[in-house]
């Protein structure tokens, strides 16, 4: 379904971006994400399956090892899709500081969410 930007990063440093961030869970139908919104926060799933919408309309499907939300913070805009848990989530939490922080001391993380982010920005 999802592969999974933690992928990208050998153990360590896949341990370390985890370790950085904190570990929530979200109810179904909680919408962490708005379009529109100031990039304030990231989240990588760790368990369940969000929605992506665009306007009200389901873009994406995403599940464990993706991040979503760090595309308006590498890309320094305002959010470009409203993400809506379809089943219970549990997330780890990263406020824009950490994701860029992140990206520059774990290389391999900051090369991985700026590809993610530049696919989704060119409708990917």
Do not use: C
Not at 73 to 98: C, E, G, K, M
């Amino acid at each position: 379904m999802t592969d999974s930007i933690l992928d990208a990063l050998d153990p360590a440093d896949a341990r370390r971006v985890v370790a950085a961030g904190r570990a929530l869970t979200l109810p179904q139908g909680w919408s962490p994400i708005a379009e529109s919104t100031p990039a304030d926060k990231a989240y990588l799933i760790t368990d369940g399956e969000v929605s992506v919408r665009r306007g009200g309309v389901e873009i994406a499907t995403l599940g464990p090892g993706a991040v979503v939300g760090e595309a308006a913070i590498v890309n320094r805009t305002l959010r470009s899709a409203t993400v809506v848990a379809l089943t219970p989530l549990r997330v780890v939490h990263f406020t824009s500081d950490q994701l860029e922080e992140l990206a520059d001391e774990v290389p391999a993380f900051g090369a991985a969410l700026r590809a993610a982010a530049a696919g989704r920005s060119s409708g990917g």
